[in-house]
Each structure stands twice: as structure tokens, then as C-alpha cells.
């Protein structure tokens, strides 16, 4: 039963969070997400804040595969994969993903906090070790927390410090180690030493798990991720991703490795057991986003330059940017209620980028996380480093 006192324990909660400045305001948008969405109230911004990586969320190309899709193969599956909810399109889009990505083979899941929730439990047991970078998403962390394996942590990107871990691994006995890392760190936009971190792993004899849906579709030079970008191409062994960023902007997520790692994650993966099959019609348009990057890196290479030009003028004008050579280029503020105001006085100049604060990064490193878009024009770019300096001259954040 609902009871008062349970009531009364949620309310203190929300409001303690509002009278801190942490309260989390949904914005609703009224339009297609592209690189200007129009909100609720009818204001036309320019949005500084998506994954849309390639501008491919509301591609004609795209939309228009999904709509036959749902012609061909209906709107869902209503069924788990082993069941009744596998067709020929889901593994289409798995042997495509396979080759795109470099691998031997691909398993589909919801998403990609679903993939990595069922990737550690299904394939290690309590004589494994993970090793675990200290800035891992939320989803890496939580399927390690499902995981019965020996847990080690080491501290983000340092190369000393994970060999120490895997040292400390050795001696507690770990019967199989696996480093996890995020091929990209998505609140900061720092990417991986994916190459030193296999050289690591070769000399200790651990396996590489990479989470890339921060990567996938425009880092490297062909767009196929953080192992391209690090020469590592057709060298992993298992990367987990999502279609809900760069490629396409919908749902789904998958790991992709060694065919025994996919064949045991489809016997004993528990998201992948238990949940619906991913929507005939985003599979279909995914395949189309495929077929769009194989055929050109326009898109790739449209967004590199873009980050290149919005990262230079940001440090330029003063601000502090986190990152390197990737779209997600976050404005550091500290504080977490500046990030909030800072973000509110934005809005109002046209420019819709959100305020990003603890728990989500940790304290007293609050920002404003900017991500970097193909569809993003030279004109937009401008409006929006204008906004920024107005807006930061008016906090006292540059002068």
C-alpha cells in the first residue's frame, strides 16, 4: 500500500533536490530532432545537445525504410528472440553489423544498457576478475554489479594503474580477466587507449571489452569506431554499441565478438532472453544507415570538421573544453547550479544545451555537455559560440 509516510519520504527527496538547484527539467520538443527543433511553446532553437552524430535521425533515406518495414513486417515482434521474435531482417542486420564493425559475429539486444547487462554475468563466473575503468558508463557498471566475478578498478585511462589491477587479478587467482572500458567516455569526450590497453592485455593474457556507442559510425576513418581510430581494426575482441546514436538515432543495442562469446550470450544473456526483439522497423532503417555509411564518410567527415571549428572557437573565447577531437565537447563550469543557470540563459538565446551536474558526473565538475552534428551548419555553429560567450561574460565564466 501508498502509504503517507513513503509519500512524504519521495516529496522531502524533491524538494531537497530543487532547493539544491539538482532538480532535472524535462524540455518537450515539438518536432523532428535535428540540429533545430522546435519546443513546446513554439521557440525554434538550435540543439546542442544530441547524439544525433551524422544528422541521420530524421533521414528521408532512413524514415522511408522504416515505413516500408512496417508494411513488410509489421509494426512488433510481441515475442522474445528465442521464442517467435526472430526474422530474417534481425539477422540481416546482425551479419552487417558484424562486417561493418570487423568481427565474427553480432548479437542484437533492446538496447545498449541491455547488451552490457547481460555481457558480464552471461559469460564470467566468481574464479573471472573484471577490470573496470573508473569513468565506465552506467550500464557497465551496473552488469558488472550483476556479475558474481572479482571486481578491480582503475582510475580512467591510466595505463599504470590498470596494469597494477591486472597484477593485483594475477594474484587473486582469476581464472579469466576482462578489461572494460568505454571506447569513448561520454560525459567527457575523452577517448580510450584502446591500443595500449590490447598491448596490456596480450602481455597479461585478458580479454578487451569496449563499449563504442560514442564511436560508432564516425570515429576512424571509414566511421567504424574507437578500435579503427586506434589501428585496431579487425583485431578486438568484443565491443558492445548502440543504433540509438550515430546510427539513426532510435533504439537497440548489440554485442559483437568472437562467435562463441555471441553463442553463449544467446543461450544465458538474460535481457536478451527475456526482452522483446528490437522493432522490425528500426532494424530495417538501420540496415539503410549502414548502406548509407559503406557508400560515403561525407557524414564522418562533415562532423569532424564541425568538431574541429566549435572546439577551436569555444577555447578561443576563453571557455574550458573538455576532451579532445571528439563531437561531444563539454563546456567545464564546476558548479552545479551555474550549470543549471547557465543552461536557462541559453535557452532563452535560442540555443538548447543542457546542464549536466552530480550524480551524473561527479562533483564540483558540472558543465554544459555540447555535442557536435554533420547536420550542424557553419551558420548554426556560430549562433550558438555567440550565445555562449554572451552568456558566459553575463556569469563571470569568461570576461
Known amino acids: 500500500m501508498y502509504t503517507p509516510e513513503f509519500k512524504n519520504i519521495l516529496t522531502s527527496t524533491l524538494d531537497g533536490l530543487r532547493a539544491e538547484g539538482l532538480y532535472k527539467e ?4 515539438a518536432s523532428q530532432q535535428y540540429s533545430q527543433v522546435t519546443l513546446k511553446d513554439g521557440r525554434s532553437v538550435i540543439n546542442m545537445c544530441a547524439n544525433n552524430y551524422l544528422g541521420l535521425a ?3 533515406e532512413v524514415m522511408e525504410a522504416a515505413k516500408k518495414a512496417i508494411d513488410q513486417w509489421g509494426f512488433g515482434m510481441a515475442s522474445v528472440r528465442f521464442i517467435c521474435g526472430t526474422q530474417t531482417l534481425h539477422r540481416q542486420l546482425e551479419e552487417r553489423l558484424t562486417q561493418f564493425l570487423g568481427t565474427e559475429d553480432t548479437i542484437l539486444f533492446p ?3 541491455d547488451a552490457n547487462g547481460g555481457l558480464f554475468e552471461g559469460l564470467l563466473t566468481a574464479d573471472d576478475a573484471i577490470i573496470s575503468d573508473s569513468l565506465n558508463h552506467a550500464s557497465i557498471i551496473d552488469g558488472v554489479r550483476l556479475c558474481k566475478a572479482k571486481r578491480f ?3 580512467n585511462n591510466d595505463m599504470a594503474d590498470l596494469e597494477a589491477k591486472l597484477q593485483e587479478a594475477d594474484a587473486a587467482g582469476a581464472r579469466v580477466k576482462l578489461i572494460s572500458t568505454d571506447g569513448v567516455f561520454s560525459m567527457d569526450g575523452i577517448i580510450a587507449q584502446l591500443d595500449k590497453i590490447h598491448e596490456l592485455a596480450a602481455r597479461y593474457h585478458a580479454i578487451v571489452h569496449f563499449d563504442d556507442c560514442h564511436a560508432t559510425g564516425f570515429l576512424g576513418e571509414r566511421g567504424r569506431g574507437t578500435h579503427e581510430y586506434r589501428g585496431l581494426f579487425g583485431r578486438i575482441d568484443i565491443t558492445t554499441g548502440t543504433l540509438g546514436k550515430a546510427l539513426g538515432g532510435a533504439s537497440g543495442g548489440y554485442v559483437s565478438g568472437p562467435k562463441e562469446v555471441v553463442d ?4 544465458k544473456a538474460r535481457p536478451y532472453l527475456f526482452s522483446n526483439s528490437v522493432a522490425p522497423a528500426i532494424v530495417a532503417a538501420s540496415i539503410k544507415v549502414l548502406d548509407l555509411l559503406e557508400q560515403s564518410t561525407e557524414a564522418r567527415d562533415r562532423v569532424e570538421a564541425n568538431t574541429k571549428y566549435f572546439r577551436d572557437a569555444m577555447t578561443g573565447a576563453g571557455f574550458t573544453i573538455g576532451g579532445k577531437d571528439h563531437p561531444i565537447s563539454p563546456v567545464m563550469l564546476g558548479d552545479a547550479v551555474l550549470s543549471q543557470k547557465f543552461s536557462a540563459q541559453l535557452l532563452d538565446e535560442g540555443v538548447y544545451a543542457v546542464g549536466f551536474f552530480y550524480p551524473v558526473v561527479p562533483k564540483g ?8 552534428s554533420a547536420a550542424h551548419t557553419r551558420e548554426q555553429l ?18
Open 26 to 29: 524535462e524540455r518537450f520538443i
Open 111 to 113: 538496447s545498449c544498457f
Open 382 to 399: 556560430d549562433k550558438a559560440i555567440e550565445a555562449f560567450c554572451k552568456v558566459g561574460k553575463n556569469l563571470g565564466v569568461i570576461s
Open 264 to 267: 553463449v550470450l544467446r543461450q
Open 365 to 372: 565538475q558540472a558543465r554544459i555537455r555540447t555535442q557536435i
Open 58 to 60: 530524421n533521414n528521408p
Open 153 to 155: 578498478r582503475y582510475a
